[in-house]
C-alpha cells in the first residue's frame, strides 16, 4: 500500500527557535499533502492543504506566517513552525493524496511530536 | 460547516463484537472512512464506504452506512486485544476530510 514517511518522529525545541518537520510520499507521487494538528485526546484539525508547485491553502485560523508550508516535489512536503512557543506543543500529521480507480484516498504519516520548552 | 460526532469510548470484552457509532450532518459527502490510531502513531485507514452503498464488508469489519439519518457504523467480530485503540470515523466535504473526535475502544479480557 501507500507509505507515508515523517521526519523527525520527535523534537524537543527551545521556545523562539524554528522547526522543521518533513513529510514524504515514499512509493507514489502526491499531487496534494495535508498537514493536521492534534492535541491531546482531541480530534485531527485541518492546518492547510498543500499542492505541489502552488501555494499552500491555509485553514481559518492558522497563520500562515507562523506554519510554513512548502511543497517542493510530488513526493515531499515540509512544515516550518516558526517562532515556537510552548502553546504549539502538539502532535502534527501529515497526509498525502493519491486518486485511484475506486476514489481519492488519504494515506496518513505516523506524526511527529513536537515539544517546547 | 460539517460536523462529525462520535461517542467517546467503548469497552468490549475479547471475543465479543465491537459497534462504533458516527453522525454526521454534511449531506454531500461522497465517501466516509473509517480510520485506526494507535498510542502515538499516525492514521491507518481501516475502510471506507462509498455514499451510494450501504454495507460494506471487509474480514471482521462491517460498515453500515444509513444515508437518511447521517449515520455511519463499524463492527469488529471477534474483537482482539490488538483492537485496542482509537477509532475515527472522517466524511469527505468538498476538498477535505472532516474527522469526528475519535472513539477510545479498550478491550478486555
Known amino acids: 500500500g501507500a507509505v507515508v514517511s515523517q521526519h523527525p518522529s520527535r523534537v524537543i525545541c527551545k521556545s523562539g527557535t524554528s522547526v522543521k518537520i518533513e513529510c514524504r510520499s515514499l512509493?507514489?507521487?502526491?499531487?496534494?499533502m495535508f498537514w493536521y494538528r492534534q492535541f491531546p485526546k482531541k480530534s485531527l484539525m485541518l492546518m492547510a492543504t498543500s499542492n505541489e508547485g502552488s501555494k499552500a491553502t491555509y485553514e481559518q485560523g492558522v497563520e500562515k506566517d507562523k506554519f510554513l508550508i512548502n511543497h517542493a516535489s510530488l513526493t515531499l512536503s515540509t512544515l516550518t513552525v516558526t517562532s515556537a512557543h510552548p502553546e504549539d506543543s502538539s502532535f502534527y500529521i501529515c497526509s498525502a493524496e493519491t486518486s485511484g480507480g475506486a476514489g481519492e484516498t488519504q494515506y496518513f504519516g505516523p506524526g511527529t511530536r513536537l515539544l517546547v520548552l | 460547516g460539517e460536523d462529525v460526532e462520535q461517542s467517546l469510548f467503548l469497552s468490549v470484552r475479547e471475543g465479543d463484537s465491537s459497534v462504533i457509532n458516527c453522525t454526521y450532518t454534511d449531506s454531500s459527502s461522497t465517501y466516509l472512512y473509517w480510520y485506526k490510531q494507535e498510542p502515538g502513531a499516525g492514521l491507518q485507514l481501516l475502510t471506507y464506504i462509498f455514499s451510494n452503498m450501504d454495507m460494506k464488508q471487509d474480514q471482521r469489519l462491517t460498515v453500515l452506512l444509513n444515508k437518511k439519518d447521517k449515520h455511519l457504523s463499524l463492527r469488529i467480530a471477534d474483537t482482539q486485544t490488538g483492537d485496542s485503540a482509537i477509532y475515527f470515523c472522517a466524511e469527505s466535504g468538498d476538498y477535505k476530510l472532516s474527522f469526528g473526535a475519535g472513539t477510545t475502544v479498550t478491550v478486555r479480557a
Open positions: 512509493d507514489f507521487q502526491a499531487t496534494t
